[in-house]
């Protein structure tokens, strides 16, 4: 099992789309998917084509020794099973039990499990393993910029620049100074797509909807390093 | 004629009637042809039984100068001459399992055969005798071969030099005894047969042999020329001969050297830099310029600057002799030095003389200005000096993204090897074996304290880059080349401005020749003597090629034997030297030019490097230094009237020469029919040639000034909404690009768009028009791009370190019959071209005459169309 936090290093940088693309591109790829929407927004159900008013997901299960919040997983048309985050309110207690218990989910060897973190929960309160994943989320922005200068907490984890625009000279500006200082900067980004706001509306991912976007490519790229990533943790474990 | 009106029940009058209408009104004769038409009609049917015949299918392929209801008056000749030819003649239908079987039992087959075998019993003997001696056989195991092969004894220097004699012996003897005619007969069939032999086989020790062949009956040749076919009893066929038989000399003499020089081309690799780059020299980058447009430089300034260097190693400079405050403006704006001086003596290497006053960096890299690098250039080059420090000089290839003149004219851009392919394709990297390599002042790398020890860029001639590398090498300097195309520029793009250059490199050539001959001098070894002089002796092809190309006409217009011999002893001789001459050139030079295609290039110059040629030898210093121009325009076809006068002329005699020669046969001495037709074939093989020349000079119209450089890579656009397309990059050139979009119809024509390109992991957008688009493919024209737009874009397209690499992959090896075929068809729309471009008075005349050649030509028997009938498919 593969356990992969995709965290937003502030709000609005666009990781739910990211995690719905990368699970349907991974899930039409023969692989076994489950996402976990961590966020109270509960958007990452959308995204997969959910039902507009089911509103039921994990919190609103009593989180106990049965892990019986997981009859509230459902599976979609590209084989993506996904659990929604609910319209409860929790704590970090709760995230916590949920985490250590998703360890013990019966899923297939080799399956993803992926993880839509908000900005605002801090993964060093939750229980993390030395081989899970961590992808912060960035935009070139100055709000970003600002986070990651503050010492943002993620220093354990890897940056995604999503939503990148080379005809802003900005972007260009903070992408270079990231390229030459920031260590753990993905080597690729994921371009800037007025499709996938689009897709959402149409309660899809961009992958299906417009296969012919480089944002597409791009996601490609995410999922074979991804790939690459978890052989080189299971070969050094 | 349709099987409707020929089957159809009528009688009487009726019948004639219809007959009569179905030529006069269904297919507009005139009445005349139509009552005659009725009327053979009606005579042929009592005879021949008409509807029997399959005029849909079989006849007109057997018999194509006749066209299905186009009856002409002589087509009852045409029929009868088409017939009798069909009847002498055997077809056969040119199928592929034919051609296959041909090649398959070839008796060229036989030699590869006999060697395979003789291979294999090598093999089996070994592992017998291995057996027998209860020895280890493994992969490595030589054979007995390979054993006597590899032996020490080869490299005693005693045994080397018994060799050497022994086989100069035999050489001598083939050379000089003289053969009967019979004996001539079975010499040269037998080395013909070996060399057809040894053709399809790889590898350099059939090429070394079939050299070795090529010297023997070459040299044999111009032995009996000089020993035999003089005529001393006869002044004027003396003189002649004399001067045919210099002509041929010189050919031969280059060809010794060509081969001399080709023989195994180094094909050198790149040197791996250090890791530290610490320890890599700084680079001085020059771009000298003096006429160019600001366009012309701005692509070379910026690639120059992105090349991968460390940056503080690294600084560009322009050097400007236009002296023009536009250049210095951009120097600053985009940080690079300006240099200019106060005269502009000695040209360019007075220019690259005077910055190096100003500059320090150890290694300087020159570009023409309009010469643009690609980002590896110095990680591709600089390695060698590292390595060996002596080296004083790097060459890389020229290449050309736009047509030259002969590509443009004839329309056959990156189709045929262009002429400059075989100096850097092969010639260079055989100079590169015997450390001759020449510097072609552009595109190079050159070591400081090397030009600093010769006293700077020579300045003596007018090819200021040739003489400093002779310069370099004396002092004992090592030079390399590594033919890796790493720079593009603009070929020159007409026919005048080619012959210019052409003539400037020829007078460069003499005067060094002249002020500091290779041959003469000290610190030079004997192999580079050959080299340059091997480079030299080209340029002063102009006598020989036109000597050449009157040589025949000799014999039809005065009578003069110029080879004093009997018509059989000619054959023997000429003939099989030229085709082994041809196939062993063919199989050497191959892939980077085309047989047949270097006399086409040598007639367009000779006439014009001729004279500077000449003149230089006599008195080196005339002649100043020429700027070569480029990025001009045509804008529309025209003929150069001017440059091809001495074609014309020379195309001109030897036709008239073919007429006469013809008349000469049917009227004059019947002993001399042989002799005439050699001459005459030759004559007719210069015309060929002089029309392909002919056909140079139709300029062809050049209205881009832009370049369009074909190339495929990845690209991405965005479009007004802001969705994105991965599209390829199919051709680019400096204001704008042509992309494959993924799907057809994707964006509108007209809307602004941004293309997203990268460079290594940077990526940039630039704001596009789509100036047209259909279906997958669009055309996109870069919208104003501020400088550092601009700087992003070159080093996204020009400066991609692939970008020219599959250039030279994109030949097949030649094929001597289809490479002549191709200059025969370029002969003949060389020709056409003439009367399209005729004066309009005359070109009533040409038009008639050409009318009645065709006429003439429609009566000849043709080979039938029998492509796929369709009973073929049924067996």
């Known amino acids: 099992m593969n356990r992969v936090f995709f965290k937003g290093i502030k709000g609005g940088t666009g990781t739910t789309s990211i995690i719905a693309n990368i699970a349907t591109l991974l899930a039409q790829s023969k692989h076994s998917v489950l996402c976990i929407d961590l966020d109270p927004k509960n958007e990452l159900c959308l995204h997969l084509g959910h039902q507009w008013h089911n509103q039921i997901g994990w919190s609103n299960k009593a989180i106990d020794a049965d892990a019986n919040w997981s009859d509230s997983a459902f599976i979609n048309e590209d084989n993506v099973k996904y659990v929604p985050f609910g319209s409860e309110s929790t704590n970090t207690f709760a995230l916590c039990t949920l985490l250590n218990q998703s360890k013990r989910l019966n899923l297939e060897a080799n399956s993803w499990l992926l993880f839509d973190v908000p ?48 005809s802003n000279p900005l972007e260009l500006d903070v992408y270079q100074i990231w390229r030459a200082n920031l260590n753990q900067l993905a080597p690729f980004f994921i371009h800037f797509d007025s499709s996938v706001p689009e897709a959402l509306a149409a309660k899809n991912v961009l992958i299906n909807c417009s296969p012919l976007s480089v944002v597409k490519e791009d996601f490609q790229a995410l999922a074979s390093w991804l790939n690459n990533k978890r052989k080189s943790l299971s070969n050094s474990l | 004629m349709s099987d409707r009106v020929l089957t159809s029940p009528q009688f009487g009058i009726s019948l004639i009637k219809s007959r009569y209408n179905y030529f006069f009104e269904e297919n507009s004769y005139s009445v005349f042809m139509s009552i005659l038409l009725t009327i053979s009609y009606f005579l042929l049917h009592a005879f021949i039984k008409l509807e029997r015949i399959d005029f849909n299918n079989a006849f007109y392929r057997y018999f194509p100068q006749l066209k299905p209801n186009r009856f002409r008056l002589g087509d009852p000749l045409r029929f009868m001459i088409q017939l009798l030819f069909l009847t002498l003649v055997k077809f056969k239908r040119d199928s592929k399992e034919v051609r296959e079987k041909e090649t398959k039992y070839s008796i060229f087959k036989i030699l590869p055969l006999f060697i395979d075998w003789a291979i294999r ?21 030589q054979t007995g071969f390979q054993k006597l092969t590899a032996a020490d004894f080869w490299e005693n220097p005693h045994i080397t030099k018994i060799l050497l004699a022994a086989v100069l012996f035999l050489l001598a003897i083939f050379i000089t005894v003289p053969f009967s005619l019979e004996a001539q007969a079975i010499f040269v069939s037998l080395i013909l047969f070996i060399a057809y032999s040894l053709r399809g086989i790889e590898g350099p020790l059939p090429t070394i042999v079939m050299i070795t062949l090529s010297v023997t009956t070459s040299t044999r040749y111009i032995w009996w020329r ?57 680079v001085d980058v020059y771009i000298p310029t003096y006429n160019e447009p600001l366009s012309v430089v701005k692509p070379t300034t910026i690639s120059a600057l992105a090349l991968d260097w460390p940056e503080d190693k690294l600084n560009v400079y322009i050097l400007d002799d236009g002296k023009r405050d536009e250049f210095k403006q951009f120097a600053a704006e985009i940080g690079v030095g300006y240099i200019v001086r106060p005269t502009n003596f000695h040209a360019k290497a007075g220019n690259l003389n005077h910055a190096m006053r100003y500059t320090d960096g150890d290694l300087i890299a020159i570009f023409d200005c309009d010469h643009v690098p690609v980002r590896s250039f110095l990680q591709m080059t600089i390695g060698q000096f590292v390595e060996d420090p002596k080296m004083c000089l790097v060459q890389t290839p ?83 080349y590594i033919n890796i195309p790493q720079a593009a520029g603009l070929a020159t793009d007409s026919l005048s401005t080619h012959v210019g250059q052409r003539i400037r490199w020829a007078r460069g050539m003499a005067q060094i020749f002249r002020v500091d001959n290779p041959l003469l001098g000290r610190g030079l070894s004997l192999s580079q003597r050959f080299c340059y002089l091997n480079a030299a002796m080209h340029f002063f092809s102009g006598i020989p090629r036109i000597v050449f190309l009157t040589a025949p006409l ?102 008239i020469g073919l007429i006469i020669g ?54 991405a656009i965005r479009d007004t909404h802001g969705r994105t397309f991965k599209v390829r990059v199919t051709d680019f050139s400096d204001v704008g690009v042509g992309v494959s979009l993924p799907a057809d119809d994707l964006i509108k024509i007209e809307s602004d768009i941004e293309l997203i390109m990268s460079r290594g992991r940077r990526q940039f957008s630039f704001p596009c028009k789509v100036i047209n688009a259909r279906k997958n493919r669009a055309g996109l024209i870069l919208s104003d791009l501020s400088l550092e737009q601009e ?85």
């Open chain 2, 121 to 141: 019993f090598d093999k089996w003997f070994t592992l017998r005798v291995r057996q027998s001696l209860n020895k280890e056989i493994n992969e490595s195991t």
């Open chain 1, 119 to 166: 900005s605002h929960i801090s993964l060093e309160e939750l229980p993390l393993d030395e081989n899970d994943l961590i992808i912060n989320i960035v935009t070139c922005d100055a709000g970003c910029y600002s986070q990651i200068k503050k010492g943002h907490s993620g220093s354990n984890g890897f940056y995604l620049i999503n939503r990148f625009n080379a």
């Open chain 2, 791 to 875: 700087k992003n874009y070159i080093e996204s397209t020009f400066s991609r370190a692939d970008a020219w690499l599959t250039w030279q992959d994109n030949f097949t090896h030649d094929l001597p019959s289809e490479s002549f075929k191709h200059v025969r068809q370029t002969s003949v729309r060389g020709f056409k071209s003439l009367i399209l471009h005729a004066p309009e008075n005359a070109k009533k005349y040409i038009t008639k005459i050409g009318n009645i050649l065709i006429l003439v030509g429609s009566f000849m028997p043709q080979k039938p169309k029998l492509g796929n009938l369709n009973y073929e498919s049924a067996n």
């Open chain 2, 226 to 282: 000089f020993n035999e076919t003089l005529n001393w009893g006869d002044p004027i066929a003396l003189f002649l001969g004399f001067g045919l038989l210099a002509a041929e000399a010189y050919a031969w003499f280059i060809l010794i050297l060509g081969f001399f020089q080709t023989i195994r081309p180094l094909k050198r690799k790149p040197v791996k830099l250090p890791k530290d780059t610490s320890s890599w020299p700084t």
């Open chain 2, 398 to 480: 020229h290449h050309f993204f736009s047509a030259d003149p002969f590509e443009k004219n004839l329309g056959n851009f990156a189709q045929i090897p262009n002429e400059n392919m075989l100096f850097y394709g092969l010639i260079q990297d055989g100079n590169d074996l015997w450390d001759a390599t020449f510097f072609c002042g552009s595109c190079a790398v050159i070591r400081r304290s090397a030009i600093e020890e010769i006293g700077g860029f020579a300045f003596e001639t007018v090819t200021e880059d040739a003489h400093t590398a002779l310069k370099m090498q004396r002092k004992g300097y090592r030079t390399a």
């Open chain 2, 662 to 715: 013809v008349f000469r046969i049917f009227f004059g001495d019947p002993v001399q029919i042989g002799v005439l037709l050699i001459s005459m074939a030759w004559a007719l093989y210069n015309f060929m040639i002089l029309g392909a020349a002919i056909a140079v000079a139709a300029e062809a119209k050049q209205v881009r000034r832009s370049h369009r450089i074909s190339a495929d890579f990845p690209a």
């Open chain 2, 554 to 655: 000799a014999l039809i217009y005065f009578d003069a034997y110029i080879i004093y011999a009997p018509f059989l002893a000619i054959l023997l001789y000429v003939v099989p030297t030229l085709m082994q001459v041809k196939i062993t050139n063919s199989r050497i030079q191959g892939k980077w030019r085309y047989s047949f295609w270097g006399e086409v290039y040598e007639a367009v110059l000779a006439w014009y490097i001729l004279k500077p040629t000449t003149v230089a030898l006599f008195a080196p210093n005339k002649g100043k230094f020429n700027v070569t121009e480029k990025g001009g325009l045509t804008d529309k076809d025209f003929y150069d009237w001017e440059i091809s006068k001495p074609y014309l002329f020379l195309a001109t005699i030897n036709l």
